[in-house]
């Protein structure tokens, strides 16, 4: 929203559209007659309604509403409809909604991005807002939300806008207007078409063309929202659906606009835009013969249409300049109409009555005259829509012993009586949801002792009654009162119309009025039904579904987490997962967090001096060609599963990229003498064509090397004209320079100046902190309106603050300790988030109405502000907003008192502690918490493993109040995280590795099955079946040592075996956090019911080497060999430590010379008996080694 301040008026620019091609901003309220501005209440005499005129020069403040006036509104009546560009408002008044109509009983509320007007800063000054596109009415109506304290209330308003020229037609479901053409076919590279329209029905067509080529336009409603189908290729299947706009057939006007130039398509609906480039390569549109509006006819048959038509009003229809209405009117050749179509709107609405609450709704409306003499049937009707799962419809009293017959929807279907559930009279199945936001018809006959209910004019149930029902004390519609019925599901949040009790029709205008029935909580004359989806705040394509007041994202399977979809469960890179505690493996990383781009999967190289980042295409083998000349070259692609856009983040973020290129010719050389004439090139990221090889153009000497310039990386295209082999490796990156940029504040007075935040409708803060001082700003931002302040406002408190509102989080340990934090703050419309480290995670949840766009202005400054009141003393790196890095080294060059540099051992990209280890600084040195790793050491590097017979078995139990939430996530946002990590060697199987129990049953089990394979087990309801996954087909059994990664994100499980690819499997059953109990290696008894292939393997335990085992944050094998004796870990059988890589060696040592040993002869016929015993003796003595290989480290007696 953009203000300026001219000649004593603030202009405010709404939302930005296409401006009106002739003027239309004349005042409209200074000529009015006083009896034009109404009110609903006025403080005194001197602050009556028509005081409110903006041009009146008396000593009046204007418009005061009562004191005890709940809901002040003033209202004025331009005498005639009117277009309206602009309104302004003067006074004390900074918050109000604008409402317009042709009544005041049926007013529609002027939406846009921030719902409610915001203006006035000073009570002095005029603030002009523009309306785009226009609203067009008789009836201007403000409702003021906020006053300022200053001068105390008062209002003036004025109106801008000119006389509105309509054209209507009013079409009747059964007819349309055709628009026919001078020539049998036209063809336009640019279209522009605008309309205003309102709809009886959810579904119908507004308008159509198409051609014999295969071209075609269609705008229709569908399902209340618009419709635009478009093809400008010479197929009958191709095309765009584009929908914008919802709840479109609640009989008000809508605007609606197409614009096409070319490829490039827009298509608005009241405020709401969508831009879109069409497929394929067409550029103009081509129609026959004409463009239909309201239908779409059959030819040949007058009167027959393709689909559903248009029921409704139709206003200034415009197609490329021309009025189509205007012409149907004076009735020109080149209209044709089809059924009846009449030019006006007259048609009265059919009136609504809105539901609001969901504890105190209700409508009570009493029998019809005829139902109380004859109780022997009753018939109810009525429509009704709502977006709520659960809600009472219907109750009424039966008979005399206080039963009652209850009708209301639960998970979202139809429920009949107390617990008979609705069903399809032809499928048996629940019937349709009710709760997507459309009018249904609903009716309810009762007659021979049969019960029919319908929904939208189909019978859904029949219910036969053994007794007479005789409804006794009216229909509760929607709920019911307190002291009149027993109410155990939620009051019903939508709208009613069109009620009717035995084929008497309800008029909702003698409700109102308190002349029939009685209600509670209840709007009349509209429906205010809301699509909270509209706009969609749910992030990156997630779905978003709503209630009444309320909507909610469904992150599953996007990659993303929090309230909108919006932060990246996924690191940004390895380097990331490397400081996680991460090791080589096959990882998803999302380049730019939570911008758009969306996560890919890499394989992450970690060694003990760099983090390499390798990305495979789609060439993984050497190319040989033969069949190339300079006339007819060969060209070959180089395609990846990461998006060019990704590769390009990744790439820029890396330190160093290289691209390994080998290429040999009869030739063996790539470059003529002439390098103006290349035998071969290839194309970079950018499309651009390349003719070096090697570091640069100057430096190949032979036939083999590496690209290496990161601006031009990665290859994507090779093209040779001579004979040739060629091979492409992987593209190779490593560092993240974003980790490390960092800032080191040396003075309290010092600050970095940076760019404006430019917050979207949700943004995301991260950075990581250190420092040993009390107290310091990390960050502060100000705006007109809004600000940001975060800080650490002592030594264990981090304290975020923004508008009104504050959220803090406390540490049980000092955050000044000289060790990097992590903080991340999300604001979006639901909440805002305040994280540091794994502490609990601040929430402040926003209002149902909370504006999107958080408006800030001024200059974000970092490590403190420019009056230099609680600076920071420290280091703060990786400023990340919105998946971009602020450049802190660079800022940090030209700032007084920052350094680009942060002094310590741990402060840096090498590698100091390893596998999760965490680098502490000393006053000498640096020393490694190895307490969340699996590994022991200086450096916790030093492999914790453990020998296994078959009796052996390690519980870790989590301790009462501290049980272990399968919700673990260093990003929050309360998804459903695991991740287990484990190395074993073995040739026993069947074999149980891993087990995870809740209070109740097994949940989780890692197993080898009979033919040595692995087995992932879950059972995460108790009422379904368990689900097995086997990533890996072929024997583990082998004596060989094998790393399982297994993590779960939500009902999303990925199984990575050695350095494979990870197995992506999905559960069916709903991923909810569980409590874990108890995690178990090894053998388990199992007391309980559960498939054979677990007893088996749970009996036979597991016989070999165990290591590196970690559970989210939990080392077992590391706490059971290291804290002997703790009441947390049960032990069964002795512990032996040993070294897995030496008995994975040596078992595969003899494994081998028992194989070349073996006779010859057993490649015959059948084995003999003599054979099978030497066989049986062989497996002893392999037993019987590997044994002694297990226990070789056990500690003397």
């Not at 329209?197 to 929202?225: C, M, N, P, W, Y």
């Not at 019960?451 to 859904?460: E, M, R």
């Not at 640069?696 to 040779?720: I, N, R, T």
């Amino acid at each position: 929203m953009m203000m300026l301040a001219l000649q004593g008026i603030i202009w405010i620019d709404v939302i930005v559209s296409v401006a009106s091609h002739y003027s239309c901003n004349a005042p409209l309220a200074s000529a009015l007659p006083r009896s034009s501005f109404s009110s609903s209440s006025q403080l005194s005499p001197g602050d009556a309604a028509h005081f409110a005129k903006m041009d009146t020069r008396d000593e009046h403040a204007g418009w005061s509403p009562a004191e005890m006036d709940p809901g002040p509104w003033l209202q004025v009546d331009l005498m005639e409809p009117m277009e309206v560009t602009a309104v302004a408002t003067r006074g004390c008044v900074s918050k109000y909604r604008l409402l317009y109509g042709d009544t005041p009983q049926h007013l529609k509320e002027y939406t846009h991005g921030d719902v409610h007007f915001l203006t006035n800063v000073n009570g002095r000054a005029a603030v002009l807002v523009k309306l785009l596109p226009p609203p067009r009415g008789r009836f201007i109506r403000f409702v003021p939300l906020e006053w300022t304290t200053s001068n105390g209330p008062g209002l003036r308003v004025d109106v801008f806008g000119c006389f509105y020229k309509s054209h209507m037609a009013d079409f009747d479901g059964r007819s349309a207007l055709l628009y026919r053409f001078k020539q049998k076919s036209v063809s336009t590279a640019k279209d522009v078409i605008s309309l205003r329209f309102k709809s009886r029905q959810a579904d119908g067509v507004l308008l159509h063309g198409e051609s014999r080529r295969g071209h075609f336009i269609t705008l229709e409603l569908r399902d209340t929202r618009l419709a635009l189908h478009l093809n400008l290729d010479d197929t009958s299947g191709g095309g765009e659906a584009v929908m914008v706009g919802s709840l479109l057939d609640d009989e008000k006007w809508h605007w609606v606009a197409m614009e096409r130039l070319n490829k490039q398509v827009k298509v608005s609906v009241d405020h709401y835009t969508q831009s879109f480039q069409t497929q394929g390569h067409g550029e103009s549109l081509e129609v026959d013969y004409e463009l239909s509006f309201g239908g779409i006819p059959l030819p040949g048959k007058p009167g027959t249409f393709q689909r559903r038509n248009f029921e409704g009003c139709m206003e200034n229809v415009y197609y490329n300049g021309v009025n189509v209405i205007d012409l149907a009117k004076r009735r020109k050749p080149q209209m044709y109409s089809v059924g009846n179509v009449s030019f006006s709107c007259t048609r009265p609405e059919r009136t609504a009555c809105t539901f609001i609450s969901s504890s105190s709704s209700y409508l009570w409306l009493p029998a019809a005259p005829h139902t109380i003499v004859d109780r022997r049937y009753f018939s109810i009707r009525f429509q009704f829509r709502t977006w709520n799962t659960d809600a009472l419809l219907l109750v009424t009293g039966i008979g005399p012993m206080h039963r009652e017959l209850r009708l209301h929807i639960s998970d979202s279907r139809l429920l009949l009586g107390n617990a008979a559930t609705v069903t399809s009279r032809n499928t048996g199945e629940r019937g349709p949801r009710v709760n997507d936001g459309l009018w249904h018809w609903l009716s309810l006959d009762y007659r021979g002792l049969q019960l029919v209910l319908s929904l939208d004019h189909q019978p859904i149930a029949t219910v036969r009654q053994l007794h007479p029902l005789e409804p006794s004390g009216g229909f509760f519609f929607g709920g019911c009162g307190a002291s009149d019925c027993h109410s155990w599901s939620s009051s019903f949040q939508g709208c009613m119309r069109l009620l009717s009790i035995d084929r008497w029709p309800i008029k909702l205008r003698l409700v109102q009025q308190g002349m029939l029935g009685n209600f509670s909580s209840l709007l009349f004359d509209a429906c205010h039904i809301r699509d909270r989806c509209l706009p969609n705040m749910c992030e990156h394509g997630t779905l978003c579904t709503q209630t009444w007041d309320r909507f909610n994202c469904n992150c599953s399977g996007s990659g993303y987490a929090g309230a909108t979809c919006h932060h990246s469960i996924f690191e940004s890179s390895c380097e990331s997962y490397r400081l996680s505690g991460g090791s080589s493996g096959f990882y998803s990383i999302d380049p730019d967090g939570s911008g758009p781009l969306g996560p890919t999967q890499v394989y992450c190289n970690m060694t003990d001096d760099k983090v390499w980042t390798l990305i495979s295409h789609n060439v993984t083998l050497p190319v040989r060609v033969s069949d190339s000349s300079k006339h007819e070259t060969h060209v070959m692609k180089f395609d990846s599963s990461a998006s060019s856009q990704q590769l390009r983040a990744i790439v820029m973020a890396s330190e160093q990229c290289r691209q390994e290129v080998v290429f040999t010719s009869k030739r063996s050389r790539l470059l003529k003498a002439d390098e103006r004439h290349p035998l071969s090139w290839w194309v970079d990221q950018h499309g651009e064509r390349r003719n070096y090889w090697g570091s640069s153009s100057h430096a190949w000497s032979k036939d083999s090397g590496f690209l290496s310039g990161k601006e031009h990386l990665p290859l994507s295209v090779l093209v040779e004209d001579s004979e040739a082999v060629h091979s492409v490796g992987p593209l190779l990156c490593h560092g993240d320079k974003r980790l490390w940029n960092v800032a080191s504040f040396n003075q309290e007075g010092a600050y970095l100046s940076l760019p404006p935040l430019q917050p979207e409708q949700a943004f995301d803060l991260t950075f990581y902190f250190k420092t040993d001082g009390p107290s310091g700003v990390f960050l502060n931002s100000l705006g007109q309106r809004d600000f940001i302040h975060l800080e650490l406002s002592s030594p264990s408190v981090v304290m975020l603050s923004f508008s009104a509102s504050v959220v803090l989080v406390k540490s049980h340990l000092p955050l000044n300790d000289r060790q990097w934090h992590y903080v991340r703050v999300e604001r979006n419309v639901k909440e805002t988030l305040l994280q540091v480290d794994q502490l609990p995670v601040g929430v402040l949840e926003a209002t149902p109405d909370a504006a999107a766009h958080q408006r800030l202005g001024g200059q974000l400054f970092v490590g403190g502000v420019p009056s230099g009141l609680r600076g920071f003393l420290g280091c703060i790196r990786s400023l990340t907003v919105n998946g971009l890095t602020y450049d802190l080294q660079e800022s940090a060059k030209t700032a007084p008192g920052v350094s680009p540099t942060c002094p310590g051992y741990c402060d840096g990209p090498s590698v100091v502690c390893h596998n999760r280890g965490r680098c502490f600084e000393k006053s000498d040195g640096f020393a490694c918490d190895c307490s969340r790793s699996a590994y022991v050491g200086p450096l916790c590097k030093d492999e914790v493993a453990l020998a296994f017979d078959e009796e052996t078995s390690v519980t870790y139990t989590f301790l009462p109040g501290h049980h272990q939430k399968s919700s673990v996530s260093k990003h929050g946002g309360g998804r459903t995280r695991e991740d287990m990590t484990f190395s074993f060697v073995t040739m026993r199987r069947p074999a149980m590795l891993l087990s995870v129990k809740t209070f109740k049953t097994y949940y989780m089990v890692v197993l080898l099955a009979g033919n040595g394979s692995l087995h992932v087990w879950y059972n995460l309801q108790s009422d379904r079946k368990p689900e097995v996954f086997s990533p890996e087909s072929s024997s583990l059994a082998d004596g060989r040592s094998h790393q399982v990664r297994i993590l779960r994100e939500s009902n999303t499980v990925y199984v990575q075996v050695d350095q494979q690819i990870d197995r992506k499997f999905t559960l069916v059953s709903d991923a909810e956090p569980i409590p874990i109990t108890t995690v178990t290696l090894g053998k388990i008894t199992i007391n309980e019911s559960l498939p054979l292939e677990v007893v088996s393997a749970g009996k036979a335990g597991f016989v070999g080497c165990l290591s590196a085992v970690h559970v989210n944050h939990v080392a077992p094998l590391k706490v059971a060999l290291l804290q002997q004796g703790i009441s947390s870990v049960g032990v069964r059988s002795a512990l032996a430590q040993s070294r897995c890589s030496e008995v994975s060696h040596d078992l595969t040592g003899q494994t081998s010379t028992t194989t070349a040993s073996k006779d010859g002869s057993q490649k015959g016929a059948g084995i003999t008996i003599g054979s099978a015993t030497a066989l049986v003796l062989t497996a002893a003595c392999l037993v019987a080694a590997m044994t002694c290989l297990l226990y070789r480290c056990r500690p003397q007696s």
